[in-house]
């Protein structure tokens, strides 16, 4: 369709039109638009890259693109921006942040830290730039059991900002890091009676769940990972019906790699039927098309807060690299 008037008045365009508008100006632009797993579907469908933190992380460091469209949370692309402070970040909604991230402000922690000097800081990467600066190592849902296990058994460490991923890692390495008291609002509230109740009535089905779910959630679980390791569990097992206690937008994945399986959602409470990130949900795609056609807005960080939060993402980066991890 030809499309004429204001450009940036997108309302009378259809999910397909403005679809076939995003990919013409990612290829006119050299663009590449990376999307976490709990983007809407269509957003997901029309990525280059689709992944969880890790893998855009690394997406991020190593595109020779001009431009990055990061449709995810503020972390994520400021993440990109700090390992390829060369290249333009944009994310479509500058609001969209992250309720984790946002229960660590940088000077609370800052006082927090100054309790225990003799702690080492391993800090989960859905946090700001400021917090990673005060941060010996970062890690993500699909590494943080290793990272925490390449530091000798006696080392103190103050986990953060995460309290039920740094608890389920307490639990499994048999470490007693001091754990910041921050949650994610979509994981924290997932109803285990809910999780219970569903078991009883699909006693065929298998519950996967995210680490940031709560302790009793997560005993229940057949299985634990990232977002990347839960749909790989899902493509490679052979049960036929998940109970999938996470975000909704990684069922699209899940039944694109899986069409023959059932996945049920985890409700929040007994009047929820769903549980969407409402930060991962505020990029649409007529905010992806505008951003890109605008080339904003961009994220943008100072140079020493780039230079200081890099060296504990790429410390991750080598312990991943020596353990294997990634390649
Ligand atoms: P993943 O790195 O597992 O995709 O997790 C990101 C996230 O924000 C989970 O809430
Ligand atoms: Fe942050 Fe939770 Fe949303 Fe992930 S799901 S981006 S941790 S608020």
């Known amino acids: 369709m030809v499309y004429s008037g204001n450009q940036n008045n997108v309302s009378g365009l259809s999910n397909a039109e403005l679809a076939?508008?995003?990919?013409?100006?990612?290829?006119?632009?050299?663009?590449?638009?990376?999307?976490?797993?709990?983007?809407?579907?269509?957003?997901?469908?029309?990525?280059?890259?689709?992944?969880?933190?890790?893998?855009?992380?690394?997406?991020?460091?190593?595109?020779?693109?001009?431009?990055?469209?990061?449709?995810?949370?503020?972390?994520?692309?400021?993440?990109?921006?700090?390992?390829?402070?060369?290249?333009?970040?944009?994310?479509?909604?500058?609001?969209?942040?992250?309720?984790?991230?946002?229960?660590?402000?940088?000077?609370?922690?800052?006082?927090?830290?100054?309790?225990?000097?003799?702690h080492k800081v391993i800090t989960y990467i859905n946090s700001s730039a400021l917090i990673k600066t005060m941060s010996d190592v970062i890690c993500t849902s699909g590494n943080a059991v290793q990272i925490v296990e390449s530091f000798p058994k006696n080392e103190k460490i103050i986990f953060a900002p995460d309290k039920n991923l740094g608890g389920y890692v307490n639990r499994i390495t048999g470490r007693n890091m001091v754990l910041w008291d921050g949650t994610c609002e979509v994981h924290d509230i997932l109803s285990t009676e809910a999780i219970i109740k569903m078991k009883i009535e699909n006693p065929d089905a298998k519950l996967i769940a995210h680490p940031e779910c709560k302790a009793p959630v997560l005993e229940l679980a057949d299985f634990i990972g990232s977002t990347t390791a839960m749909i790989d569990f899902t493509w490679n097992d052979d049960a036929q019906k998940y109970i999938v206690a996470t975000e909704t937008g990684i069922i699209h994945q899940m039944r694109k790699n899986s069409p023959e399986k059932q996945f049920l959602v985890v409700p929040a409470d007994e009047t929820c039927s769903c549980n969407d990130c409402p930060y991962m949900k505020m990029n649409t795609l007529a905010k992806l098309y505008l951003c890109l056609k605008n080339e904003k807005p961009?994220?943008?960080?100072?140079?020493?807060?780039?230079m200081k939060a890099e060296k504990p993402i790429l410390k991750m980066m080598e312990i991943s690299r020596k353990l294997n991890l990634i390649r």
């Open 20 to 118: 076939e508008r995003i990919i013409r100006l990612k290829k006119e632009k050299n663009a590449v638009l990376l999307a976490h797993y709990y983007q809407l579907s269509e957003i997901q469908d029309i990525a280059d890259f689709t992944g969880d933190s890790l893998g855009l992380a690394r997406q991020a460091a190593k595109t020779n693109a001009n431009l990055i469209v990061f449709a995810g949370v503020h972390f994520m692309a400021e993440t990109a921006k700090i390992l390829n402070p060369g290249t333009k970040v944009i994310l479509p909604d500058l609001e969209a942040g992250c309720s984790l991230a946002d229960s660590c402000p940088p000077e609370k922690f800052a006082a927090f830290k100054e309790q225990y000097p003799e």
């Open 298 to 306: 961009e994220i943008t960080l100072p140079e020493d807060i780039i």
